[in-house]
């Protein structure tokens, strides 16, 4: 069963109508008992999910841009410009029959919080790299045709998702997937 939570913990995103962020967790169901049973579940979970990768947490973002072009005397310019970002980050939740075993709670406790905490650099990385594609929109200059103002438009969006897969995978090596924050059994 998948649980989702709306609005959960998100970084306060400055106060700029030009900028929409939301972020949801949802949450996938574990109840091993056993070290054993507890990794071959979370190893098997995102998959079921279509989320395949490294890792048992996954932090998935969507990024867009809209507006609407005005032209100007001197060119044109944007109307009405907005970045959206929506992350969703998924996350184990362990709920065993019979309850917890007090030997594996403890365990279990670190290596969700440490999860957690990579996960939400997966956001902020995200977050980021949604705040600097507005702050690049807003600098192009107004002089530009409508046409050119287009181009720029889709090569700054295309540079920022090249930014944000560069910072992300380097994320990845040098926590090796969380692992090195602690998101281990």
Not at 110 to 131: K, N, S, Y
Request: glycine share 10%; charged share 30%.
């Amino acid at each position: 069963m998948l649980l989702t939570l709306a609005g959960a913990a998100a970084p306060p995103p400055a106060d700029d109508p030009g900028f929409v962020y939301t972020e949801r967790r949802e949450y996938y169901r574990v109840d091993g008992r056993r070290v054993d049973t507890l990794k071959r579940q979370l190893d098997a979970a995102l998959s079921r999910k279509g989320l395949e990768g490294e890792g048992v947490g996954r932090t998935v973002q969507h990024l867009s841009s809209r507006y609407e072009f005005e032209p100007t005397p001197a060119g044109c310019r944007f109307k009405d410009l907005a970045v959206s970002l929506d992350v969703t980050i998924h996350l184990p939740r362990w709920e065993p029959k019979g309850g917890k075993p007090k030997g594996l709670a403890g365990r279990w406790e670190r290596m969700l919080d440490a999860l957690t905490r990579h996960e939400e650099g997966h956001r902020d990385i995200a977050v980021d790299t949604a705040r600097r594609l507005l702050a690049d929109l807003r600098a192009l200059p107004e002089t530009l045709d409508c046409q050119g103002l287009a181009r720029e438009a889709q090569k700054a969006f295309f540079q920022a998702r090249l930014r944000h897969s560069i910072r992300d995978g380097a994320y990845e090596r040098r926590t090796n997937h969380g692992i090195a924050q602690g998101a281990r059994l």
